[in-house]
Each structure stands twice: as C-alpha cells, then as structure tokens.
T-cell receptor
Framework: KAGVTQTPRYLIKTRGQQVTLSCSPISGHRSVSWYQQTPGQGLQFLFEYFSETQRNKGNFPGRFSGRQFSNSRSEMNVSTLELGDSALYLC????????????FGPGTRLTVL | KNEVEQSPQNLTAQEGEFITINCSYSVGISALHWLQQHPGGGIVSLFMLSSGKKKHGRLIATINIQEKHSSLHITASHPRDSAVYICAVRFEGSQGNLIFGKGTKLSVKP
C-alpha cells in the first residue's frame, strides 16, 4: 500500500505570494492533519480534516487555510507569505480521526525569500 | 498550560549501549506518541500508547500515567538509530490535536 505523498517536495516563494501544498493520504484513510516544523518552534499543529470537514485548528493566523476533497486528498494554502513561514510542512493521515496512529508524509520544504 | 518536556535534548552513545529518552507532560492525556525523524525530515510513528508498555524489536516505550511520564528505550543501539526522537501527546479535553516536545537528537557512534 502506498504511503502518504506530498507535493511538491520543495518550494521557493517570495514574500507576499501565496502557496498551495497537496497531501494524498494512504488509501482508505479519511483523516488528514497538517503540521508546521521550524527550528525555533519545533512541530506545531495546523489543522485536521475528516470527511471534508475541518475538525480542529491550531493557533495560526487566518492566512493559513486548508480543505479536504471527497477522495480524502487535502490541500493547505498560505496567503501573503512571510519570511517566518519558511518551514517543513508535514501532513499525516489516519484511518479515522487523529486519535488513531498517524502516518506521516515526507513533507514539503517551503522557503520564503 | 499544556506542556511537553523531553530530556535530554542531545544524546551521544556508543554502538551497543542502552539508551533512554524521557518525556514528561503537565496534565492528563488521552494518548502519547513517540515519533522518529531522520535527517531529511521524514517522520515515522514508533508507538502510540495510553498505558503500560509496548515493545517493537529493540524499541520499548513505557508510560506512567500517575507520574505523567513516558520513556523510550533503545536496546543494543546501532548507528542507524541516529535520528531525532519526538514525544507528542494528546491532552484530555483538548480539541484532539497533538502537542509536541522539542525532540531528542540521538547520535550513535560505531
């Protein structure tokens, strides 16, 4: 069974631009969570989607948004990029809601110049 | 405040040594995860536990709910165990999202 895939793997943007990251969960998994990892703050929860509905949201500004499609694939969008948004963005999928074991994707490394 | 503390931050060991990484948390939890992150970023979920002890190969994870403490042990460590180990908890009564420790960077020398 294929693992969690994320595209693109690397991305370079400039301040003020917007970016969309994609995550395809393991087949049969319906929950997708997104995380941001930076050297200073470590791993932080962004949001979680289940059956196309956002269940939880972390403490991030409204510039960070996401959605989930009927096939469980998920996207996250960051608008008006800031230098501090440079990070590794990870998604993880689980069978049901995130109380189950989570399987992580390889991440998308975003650099904002 | 819901916090997760890991120790040590950095750990260097010789191949074959027994390794222990500790995780303490501030309030009651519904689940605790141990994660492994190799250089390059990929994260692997090692254990998810809410009580007792779990073992997988050379890895053992324990949790003491009363003391709000968990340990990850690696027996007969090997250079391929070199990675960052991260503790993450789901606090009771929370929205359900994970709160992460800062991680323990382990380096095992041959």
């Amino acid at each position: 069974k294929a693992g969690v895939t994320q595209t693109p793997r690397y991305l370079i943007k400039t301040r003020g631009q917007q970016v969309t990251l994609s995550c395809s969960p393991i087949s049969g998994h319906r929950s997708v969570s997104w995380y941001q990892q930076t050297p200073g703050q470590g791993l932080q929860f962004l949001f979680e989607y289940f059956s196309e509905t956002q269940r939880n949201k972390g403490n991030f500004p409204g510039r960070f948004s996401g959605r989930q499609f009927s096939n469980s694939r998920s996207e996250m969008n960051v608008s008006t990029l800031e230098l501090g948004d440079s990070a590794l963005y990870l998604c993880a999928s689980s069978v049901q809601v995130s109380y189950n074991e989570q399987f992580f994707g390889p991440g998308t490394r975003l650099t904002v110049l | 405040k819901n916090e997760v503390e890991q120790s040590p931050q950095n750990l260097t060991a010789q191949e074959g040594e027994f390794i222990t990484i500790n995780c303490s948390y501030s309030v009651g939890i519904s689940a605790l995860h141990w994660l492994q992150q190799h250089p390059g970023g990929g994260i692997v979920s090692l254990f998810m536990l809410s009580s007792g002890k779990k073992k997988h190969g050379r890895l053992i994870a324990t949790i003491n709910i009363q003391e709000k403490h968990s340990s990850l042990h690696i027996t007969a460590s090997h250079p391929r165990d070199s990675a960052v180990y991260i503790c993450a908890v789901r606090f009771e009564g929370s929205q359900g999202n994970l709160i992460f420790g800062k991680g323990t960077k382990l380096s095992v020398k041959p």
